[in-house]
């Protein structure tokens, strides 16, 4: 059996950006401690990180740019690397920004919006046929120099997964709820630090040995 590949494919939580503690400055963890490249070395397949700093499941940014919309990107994505084996999709941290006025179902209708891309025949048949794994993420909580962006956040971000549990079972793919296994820094209530890092590649690692 070939060595299966993953992709994950989400936001600053999946590129690797630590807590923010200063806006002006622009921080990455290292490969081993970046929670996609800490699936690599459990499993020993071939894992590609596509996290983006800022990506949402569904809109164009004003702020910091259109190539933060997730629907071009995820297609980009899914047409430069592969053939997948299996798919990690972890968004929607972004879209409970106050300036997307995005209820919760709203977020969820970006994701879903999403697995209409990647569960499409001529994507899935490009692969030959790709499994996906759906992560909510951890809800945020409004501290740190990033709240102002994330005024109304948590309520909204806590809402997320029963509907993303929902969607996952309606469309017959796997589901991970992060919030289950890891907290937000209470830094600046978005990123994760190391440990947390660690603990949600275990929980990755365990659902996609189970899919393969």
């Known amino acids: 059996m070939m060595m299966p590949v993953v992709m994950c494919f989400g936001d600053s939580n999946t590129h690797g950006t630590p807590p923010i503690v200063d806006l ?17 070395a459990a499993l020993g397949w ?21 190539h933060m919309n997730g629907q071009a ?9 592969g053939p997948l084996d299996l798919l990690v999709l972890m968004l929607g941290t972004n879209d409970v920004k106050a300036r997307f006025t995005a209820t919760p179902e709203a977020v969820v209708g970006g994701i879903a919006g999403l697995l209409d891309i990647a569960q499409h025949r001529l994507m899935q048949e490009r692969h030959g046929g790709f ?3 759906l ?26 997964a ?14 991970l709820d992060a919030g289950q296994v890891i907290k937000v820094s209470p830094l600046d209530g978005v990123h994760f630090d190391e440990g947390e890092h660690a603990k949600l590649a275990e929980a990755v690692t365990a659902k996609l040995r189970e899919m393969i």
């Open 24 to 40: 002006a400055r622009y921080e990455r963890y290292g490969a081993g401690v970046r929670w996609p490249s800490r699936v690599q």
């Open 46 to 66: 071939e894992v590609v990180e596509e996290g983006l700093p800022g990506r949402t499941a569904q809109f164009d940014d004003p702020i910091m740019g259109a």
């Open 73 to 81: 990107g995820l297609k980009i994505a899914l047409e430069s690397h």
């Open 131 to 133: 499994k996906i794994l």
């Open 135 to 160: 992560v909510c993420p951890t809800p945020v909580v409004e501290v740190g120099p990033i709240k102002d962006e994330f005024w109304g956040g948590a309520a909204r971000s806590q809402a997320l």
């Open 162 to 175: 029963p509907m993303y549990a929902a969607l996952a079972a309606a469309r017959g793919i796997a589901f």
